[in-house]
């Protein structure tokens, strides 16, 4: 009699369901299956350690693109402030490659090349304007293009997602200029942005992945959140930088000297190819001009980081001077600004006349 009061199975199973009770066998079945070695060896290529060195042996030695700062066969990121020059310099350093002409006070002994540079910063007139002056427009090699974002562009059907897009575009223009070096300006551009882990990890596979694919030498421009000049730039200045990091080859930045007014100056932040030569105690200071049409930064020797970096009384000095114009803008007297800093009458005068010429 029991068996007639029973209730079917798949009312058990639905009943179970409900009270979040997963029944044994249900569990077997959507276990997932054993992974096939044979396919789970393709993933890998797998070869003895002298193998290794012997294959490596006889493939060409990498060479430098611009100096110790970027060598063939990196993904290299070039990151600094806003209005620091980091398109210029990216514009200087591409030009070079592919005139196979070294700029001055740096190392080129890559081959000449083609060179795609793909701009988010400038349209094309502004980019004109940019390398023209009174005495022409600056010619560059007919083997250095320029990619603009196209601003009517649309996500086809077809495509997964705009980062698959992006690569399948800089693919295509790989392929029709022949570029082996691939210059992006600027990161933050290629997707919404990257100033977490997991929007920039996915950029970094997928811009690895075109590097290997296509044997490419890339270089990526990203910005600085505002930082503390006083103290030496490192890899956490870097805008998302620890995953950004960890997947580049190499990375450089630009920094603003802070004793002499309109110079900066280069500095090695990471680099896997080659040992360090221009860290902390041996940067290279550059000064922006413009020579034949042509604007670009001009070597003028090397130096110690510290010797550019805002020293602490200076620091002090441009917090007492914005004390000063705070409490001027409020109507105080230099005699009343005076008392209340504790600053000597003559100072705070000499604080408000160094204001007022700047306003």
């Known amino acids: 009699m029991d068996n007639l009061f029973e209730r079917p199975a798949v009312i058990e199973e639905i009943r179970n369901e409900a009270r979040g009770i997963t029944p044994l066998k249900n569990k077997a079945a959507k276990a997932p299956a054993a992974p096939n070695p044979e396919l789970v060896a393709d993933l890998f290529h797998i070869h003895s350690l002298n193998d290794w060195m012997k294959m490596e042996k006889e493939t060409d030695h990498p060479e430098m693109l611009f100096d110790k700062f970027w060598i063939e066969g990196e993904l290299c990121i070039l990151f600094a402030d806003t209005n620091m020059g980091k398109s210029i310099l990216a514009v200087q350093i591409g030009n070079s490659i592919s005139r196979g002409k070294a700029i001055q006070g740096f190392e080129l002994r890559a081959k000449p090349t083609p060179v795609l540079y793909i701009d988010f910063e400038l349209n094309s007139k502004q980019f004109e304007q940019r390398y023209t002056d009174s005495l022409g427009t600056y010619k ?154 042509l604007l670009q930064f001009t070597f003028t020797g090397y130096y110690a980081e510290h010797q550019h970096l805002r020293r602490p009384e200076q620091a002090e000095r441009e917090r007492l001077t914005q004390q000063v114009a705070q409490l001027h803008s409020k109507g105080y007297s230099q005699r009343k600004i005076a008392a209340q800093l504790k600053l000597g009458l003559a100072t705070v005068n000499r604080m408000v006349s160094w204001t007022n010429s700047y306003e």
């Not at 600085?224 to 930045?253: E, H, W, Y």
Request: glycine share 6%.
């Open 140 to 293: 560059f090699d007919n083997s250095f293009h320029r990619g603009e974002y196209n601003q009517l562009s649309m996500l086809p059907i077809d495509q997964k997602n705009y980062d698959d897009y992006v690569i399948s575009a800089l693919t295509r223009g790989i392929k029709a200029t022949g570029a082996t070096v691939l210059i992006i300006d600027n990161i933050t551009c290629l997707r919404k942005g990257t100033d977490t882990s997991g929007q920039a990890l996915p950029l970094m596979k997928k811009l690895k992945y075109l590097k290997t694919r296509h044997g490419l030498s890339i270089l990526v421009l990203a910005h600085t959140p505002k930082r503390n000049t006083a103290v030496p730039i490192s890899r956490n200045d870097l805008q998302g930088s620890k995953m950004l990091m960890n997947f580049c080859d190499s990375a450089f930045a630009i920094g603003e000297s802070q004793t002499m007014q309109g110079y900066r100056y280069l500095k090695q932040i990471k680099q896997r190819s080659i040992a360090e030569t221009y860290g902390a105690d041996n940067i290279c200071l550059l000064k922006l001009e413009r020579r034949n049409s």
